[in-house]
């Protein structure tokens, strides 16, 4: 990437979990690092940045999002979708490998490497699948992935069912050691479902998927990653009993991580009244008290971080009868704001709690550079505006998703600056072309 | 005028004023059925589309006859014989019926909110004839209707639904009605076909037959789909019949003048035996007869009729 000479970040709140600094600080970035964090720099050769006011942070890393490429380009594309984090603050994105093909070769992930790098915004991580096809059979060639740069493994959207082949991709991922992520569902269980099984579904007269759907394959995995001592991250869990066992697995001291979404910590079930299609996410919108276990799982570090398991879709995807519409929710321009707002505003969590589940700890647990603002780290850096109230406008989105059920929510948070390696790729809302 | 909203998508969203108001407009409604001439003016110069995505024959029937007892011009498309099956979109077929001056869109679809998605594509009123297992409110309206006629209210009566309660949308908007009029509401079917959590929507549950009758004034006896047992949701229809038949036996738990409903058409060999269906206490030819007059009320009101009552 290129890269400026000297970018020095000034008079911002500079929040960084990794060294456990909160305070008002300048930051000078050169050649692409972090070159100093100090009171007060002066650098009379660099670009200034007027951070007062401010919050400046490691750049935003999400460890599960749809890039669609290649193959669903109508949907998204490699450069659209990076973008669109770019505009939300994030600096590294993990992308699954459910395109068309599936990414489950070596070539498939350099594929989507290499045309990250020619997009040149972010730094783009892609997941390989567990398996060939992702169909559950035959595992893929995960050590030549590993190789080629895949950070981790999924079958996501189509869980692995048959539990002989999820052992054995557990027992094979100790040669690379990288996670296996997992899409837990029981699709037997969740027999075709469109919402939450409950209340809400049923007067909607709305299939239901039921909870536990999600959380006897929760238990299976546990289970097998017992018997293997398998690195194991649990994608997207929506339900507090999830949580729960999750709790139970790691104070056992298994090797297990898990991921929350920005929806699934700020909308229930009753969103989905009126067949707002936008509402339509796989696992399901839940309940208040699901909602309210997972925040607190999140705070407590039973859930480790946020993912929003970005998915953009079409129009013609949506805007059909709930049963037939796509599942997912464009989540990259909204991720940061809406957790600003209902969980930091709110008092739910601090500030450096967000922004560790949303930086360092996904770095962490993926082996991934940044997260941090250390001197010497690379300079992936976010800067935020705590105060200023904008309202979500899905047409302004970068992504070519605009399916959110949050357009005209007024949200505060928004990032205004992302640099990545040292270069400012997004500035007040506008990405660099 | 009674329906405030543009579109008529269940009782759900109707007050309880709102849906007497319909039913006591249903009365001279009827009464026109009975004369020589069988029609009214009152929505000559309108068109009314129905819609049907699924087969119905006594639905779609009921809605075209009290179209044109009020007068009004009616047509039909369905899914079979039109562009939907080229693969247009629901909006655009809905678009294409406003651009053609259609007022009134009776919709039916075996998926839940398809009329709600299409009142908001298109200008004409929408009527959901049925949606998935969501709603069908005018055949709530006839049944409610039917139980005015015979039994002079609809407040304090126990009403026993019966049968596949989980993909019912008879069940679910009669227990909208029903609830909102001031009956009491059981549910009675097999487990494996009761939906989550519906208690919440003020009906008691119960899945022994002999405990629901027991003192109940009406029995809506539902109608119960072959594909039901080929899914596994119950082992055979004969063992089905045999927890939920509504036999002639059962029925004395019931209160004397026990009223008998079905939405039709009935499997007399499973749900509802001939004794019974055949019996004076079984009200299922003046509900077809009673679905054209609340469907007549309806219309009319929609289409800005003055209120009779």
Sequence with gaps: MKVLSKLLLKGGRVIDPSQKIDAVADVLIEEGKIAAIEPKIDAPDAEVYDAADKIVCPGLIDVHCHLREPGLERKETIASGSRAAAAGGFTSVMPMPNTVPVADSPASIRYVRDRAEEVGLIHVYPIGAITKGSEGKELAKMSAMADAGAVAFSDDGRPVGNSRIMRLAMEYSHIMDLPLIAHEEDLDLVDDGDMNEGYVATVMGLRGNPPAAEETMIARDIILARLTGARLHIAHVSTAYGAKMIREAKEEGLRITAEVTPHHLTMTEEAVRGYDTNTKVNPPLRTAEDVEALIVALKEGVIDCVATDHAPHTIEDKVVEYHFAANGISGFETALPLLWTDLVKEGKLTETELIERMSLIPAKIFGLPGGTIAPGSIADVTVIDPETILAVDKNAFYSKGKNTPYHGRLLSGWPVLTVVEGEVVMENRVVKE | MAIKTKDLIDLEFLTADEITEILETAKPMKAVMRRDIKTVPALRGKTVATLFYENSTRTRLSFE????????????????????????????????????????????????????????????????????????????LLDMFTIIERKGKIEGQTVVILGDILHSRVARSNIWGLTKLGAHVRVCGPPTLMPKDIEK????????????????????????????????????????????????????????????????????????PSAVADSAQCSVEEQVTNGVACRMALMYLMSGGESLV
């Design chain 2, 65 to 140: 006859l009290a179209a044109k007892y009020l007068s009004a011009g009616t047509c039909n498309i369905s899914a079979s014989a039109s562009s939907v099956q080229k693969g247009e979109s629901l909006q655009d077929t809905g678009r294409t019926l406003d651009a053609m001056g259609t007022d009134i869109i009776v919709i039916r679809h075996n998926m839940s909110g398809a009329p709600k998605l299409l009142g908001e594509a298109v200008k004409a009123r929408v009527i959901n004839a049925g949606d998935g297992t969501h709603a069908h409110p005018t055949q709530a």
């Design chain 2, 201 to 272: 929507m003020g009906v008691e549950v119960y899945y022994n037959i002999d405990k629901a009758l027991d003192g109940a004034d009406v029995v809506n006896v539902l109608r119960i789909q072959m594909e039901r047992q080929q899914k596994g949701l119950f082992p055979s229809i004969e063992e089905y019949a045999k927890n939920y038949a509504m036999t002639e036996e059962r029925l004395k738990r019931a209160k004397k003048d026990v009223l008998i409903q079905h939405p039709g058409p009935m499997n007399r060999t499973i749900e509802i």
